[in-house]
């Protein structure tokens, strides 16, 4: 079997490559804009520089290692960025999905969609897979317009749904909420952490094994990957404090409206993960577990 990643320098492009490097049944074709960020001496993986807006080069990329699965991570990922530069974010979470998964329809390629929690409104979370979305933000409309072209395509394929991804790799290119807290509280920092927001928060690792659980099992539809336990940004800021030995009076908990993000974030989301577990045999690890693998993990770069 061949799966095609895109954004595979992203956090979770470089964890499903790691991942796919022990499966050597499986060729990974891993792509992403410009030279890769990751090692890797595996000889089941190839890397190829990709920007998903130049469609020629993906159509030749696709022709040349005609993959069984393409799995699409690439995305312009920050919500403030995506309100201050809809015309790019358009482009890239919206028109490439388009060509690309309009493409593998034509070339029986399974296209596995990347989504948010951020296409519901946050009234009533958490969410299944059947409820409506509403989006606040520009980023969660143009992931939502992506889903229903991807859905209304004639083509095998599947959109994931995931929220508040946390984990490390050795060259990430952006943080996420539990290195940020470590960061912040070992340096003595004072900070404030929402506390009126709920999510389900989702290890990396867990992410990946949905997303090869789908491109094995090629299952069609949507589908909700999350973490196992449902807390506020803040409580979850204070598990990672007591697990890494932190001070957790440097936290304040506060409301978001007392930030000025430029994106409107939905406050109460929180995805339903049944559908994945009863379908897929999907098991996510609890925050405790979760943090335990990203301690272990920091220690293993730290001594590389
Ligand atoms: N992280 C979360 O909390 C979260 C939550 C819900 C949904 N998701 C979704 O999950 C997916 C993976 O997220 P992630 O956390 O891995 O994000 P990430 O770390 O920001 O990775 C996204 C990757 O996409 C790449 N990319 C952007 N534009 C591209 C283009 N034109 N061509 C090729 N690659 C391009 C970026 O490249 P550069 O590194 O060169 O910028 C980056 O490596 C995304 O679709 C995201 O919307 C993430």
């Known amino acids: 079997m061949k799966i095609l990643i895109t954004g595979s320098n992203g956090l979770l492009g470089q964890k499903l490559v790691e991942y796919l490097e022990s499966v050597p049944e499986i060729t990974c074709i891993a792509t992403s804009r410009g030279k890769r960020r990751f090692q890797t001496t595996a000889s089941n993986v190839v890397y190829e520089s990709m920007d ?40 890239v979470n919206v028109e490439a999905v388009k060509k690309i998964v309009e493409y593998c329809g034509s070339r029986d390629i399974h296209f596995i969609q990347l989504s948010t929690d951020f296409v519901f409104d946050g009234k009533a979370g958490p969410y299944n897979e059947n409820n409506t979305p509403n989006p606040v933000n520009f980023y969660g409309e143009s992931k939502y317009l992506a889903e229903q072209i991807v859905m209304n395509t004639f083509c095998s394929s599947t959109v994931i749904r995931t929220i508040l991804v946390y984990g490390i790799t050795p ?134």
Not at 53 to 74: C, D, G, M, W, Y
Not at 242 to 247: A, E, R, S
Not at 249 to 264: G, N, Y
């Open 171 to 304: 060259n990430m290119n952006r943080s996420n909420i539990v290195l940020w807290v470590k960061n912040k509280l070992e340096k003595g920092e004072q900070i404030q952490v929402v506390n009126d927001q709920v999510r389900n928060p989702t290890l990396v690792e867990d992410l990946v094994s949905g997303c090869i659980l789908i491109s094995i099992k090629k299952k069609n539809g949507i589908y909700h990957i999350g973490g196992k336990d449902t807390l506020t940004p803040y409580q979850f800021a204070c598990e990672t404090a007591d697990f890494f030995g932190l001070d957790g009076s440097l936290i304040t908990p506060v409301d978001a409206r007392i930030f000025t993000e430029v994106a409107k974030r939905p406050l109460i989301t929180g995805l339903i993960i049944e559908k994945a577990e009863k379908e897929l045999g999907y098991q996510p690890h609890s925050i405790q577990a979760g943090l335990a693998l990203v301690g272990q993990q920091l220690k293993n770069i730290q001594l590389q």
């Open 52 to 91: 998903i807006l130049q469609f020629s080069h993906v159509k030749r990329i696709i022709e040349k290692h005609q993959p069984e699965v393409l799995i699409n991570t690439a995305a312009m990922t920050q919500a403030d960025l995506c309100e201050k530069n809809k015309e790019l974010c358009y482009l």
